[in-house]
């Protein structure tokens, strides 16, 4: 059975950082192109970032630069380190697994405010 459990998040004031982690079972992780994607309160699901078997990465505009995708693939865990943190940055943020038998597990809420 496939797993994403993500965790890490919590409530952080605007410029703080945090680090979430995903931790997978029941696929080969480190075969699996791994990306966080996130939901607004009221909005509809936002990519984040995605990190590739081979290591390279991708960032949506609005995180680039303060965001950073990881993984360890001997633990099967993918981590988003998240710093300066916005208010606009307020969020459900979920791992998914890419490929011909996409997953997605469950969320950790995210919460930037003064």
Not at 76 to 96: G, H, R
Request: glycine share 14%; net charge positive; hydrophobic share 30%.
């Amino acid at each position: 059975e496939v797993q994403l459990v993500a965790s890490g998040g919590g409530l952080v004031h605007p410029g703080g950082s945090l680090r979430l982690s995903c931790q997978a079972s029941g696929f080969i992780f480190s075969s699996y192109v791994m990306s966080w994607v996130r939901q607004a309160p009221g909005k509809g699901l936002e990519w984040v970032s995605t990190i590739y078997g081979g290591g390279s990465t991708t960032y949506a505009a609005s995180v680039k630069g303060r965001f950073t995708i990881s993984r360890d693939n001997a633990k099967k865990t993918l981590y988003l380190q998240m710093n300066s943190l916005k208010p606009e940055d307020t969020a459900v943020y979920y791992c998914e697994k890419s490929g011909s038998d996409p997953f997605r597990g469950q969320g950790t809420q995210v919460t930037v405010s003064s």
